[in-house]
C-alpha cells in the first residue's frame, strides 16, 4: 500500500457554518497529554471544570463540545491543542471497515489549521467498535469507506490517531482503551492494561448501543438484569479501570432504572 503524502492538506467537516475547516499535517509533532476515557468522552487537554480551562479557550480556537465534538487549535500556532470526543452510541461500525484502518501503519503528527476567524462544530461521530482483543476502540462516521492508499492513520499522541480518508476527517482510534480508562476526566490515565476488563467492556459497549437503548428508555427487564449481571462481575475486579468501568453501569442504571 502506497503511504499517503505526509504534506497532505486535510479538513474537517464542520456544522454552524456549514464547510470545512482546513489545515494541514506536521509530521513528528504530537501531544504531550496522556488522554483519558470515560467511556462517554475521550479527553485530552485541561479538564472543562478546571480554572485552566478558560484561559485554554482564550489561547484556542475550534469547536465546542456544549455544541459538537471538541477539537481546538492553537490560536497563534495553529497546532491541533486538545480535544474532548464523544463516544458514540448509534450502533457498531462494520467489522470489516474498522479492520481496515486498523491494518494501516500509525504516522506520528498533528494537523495545524489554517487561518481563521471564527470558530466552529466537529459533529460527534456516529459508530463505534471494539477490536476482538480489545486492543483498539474505532470510532467513525457512517460514511467512512475501506481504507485504501489515500487513507492516513495520523498518530496526534499516546495510543490515539484520527483518521482521513482522502483528507477528510472521519473518525478515530483509541489504542489499549482499558489503560486509558477513568471515572471522570479528572483523573489521570491509569496507563496499564487491564485484560480482566476486556470481556467486560466488550459486553458493556455491546450493552449501551441503539436499538437497546430504546429498550432501556421503555425499561426493558432483560436489559436491566443483564446490566446488574455485568456490575456483579465487574466488581470482583480489583483496580480504577474496574471501578470507572462499575460506575459506567451504575449511570446507565440510575438513567434507565431509577429506583
Known amino acids: 500500500m502506497r503511504e ?6 486535510v479538513v474537517f467537516p464542520t456544522s454552524n ?29 485541561p479538564v472543562r471544570s478546571s480554572p485552566a480551562y478558560s484561559r485554554h479557550v482564550e ?12 477539537i481546538r487549535f492553537d490560536k497563534r500556532t495553529g497546532k491541533l491543542k486538545s480535544f474532548v470526543l464523544k463516544t458514540p452510541e448509534a450502533g457498531v461500525l462494520e467489522p470489516t471497515v474498522a479492520r481496515s484502518w486498523l ?13 481563521r476567524e471564527n470558530g466552529f462544530h466537529v459533529d460527534p461521530l456516529d459508530l463505534r467498535y471494539l477490536a476482538d482483543d480489545a486492543a483498539a476502540l474505532v470510532v467513525a462516521s457512517a460514511a467512512l469507506p475501506l481504507s485504501d ?48 476488563l476486556h470481556g467486560p467492556l466488550r459486553e458493556y459497549l455491546a ?12 425499561e426493558d427487564s432483560d436489559l436491566r438484569a443483564a446490566l446488574l449481571a455485568l456490575r456483579a462481575r465487574v466488581r470482583a475486579v480489583d483496580g480504577m479501570q474496574a471501578r470507572a468501568l462499575e460506575r459506567g453501569i451504575e449511570r446507565v442504571l440510575e438513567t434507565f ?3
Open 4 to 9: 499517503p503524502s505526509l504534506s497532505m492538506a
Open 17 to 45: 457554518p456549514d464547510g470545512e475547516a482546513r489545515a494541514h499535517v506536521e509530521l513528528g509533532a504530537n501531544l504531550d497529554d496522556v488522554p483519558t476515557w470515560s467511556l462517554q468522552t475521550l479527553n485530552s487537554g
Open 59 to 70: 489561547v484556542t480556537i475550534g469547536s465546542s463540545y456544549d455544541w459538537s465534538d471538541e
Open 103 to 115: 491494518a494501516l501503519p500509525r504516522r506520528t503528527g498533528l494537523p495545524v489549521l489554517g487561518h
Open 149 to 196: 492508499r489515500d487513507s492516513l492513520r495520523l498518530a496526534i499522541g499516546r495510543n490515539i490517531d484520527l483518521l482521513f480518508c482522502h483528507g477528510r476527517y472521519g473518525g478515530w482510534i483509541l489504542g489499549s482503551p482499558t489503560a486509558h480508562l477513568v471515572s471522570g476526566p479528572s483523573e489521570a490515565a491509569p496507563g496499564t492494561d487491564s485484560p480482566r
Open 207 to 218: 450493552l449501551v448501543v441503539e436499538p437497546n437503548i430504546t429498550r432501556m428508555s421503555d
Open 257 to 259: 432504572y431509577p429506583g
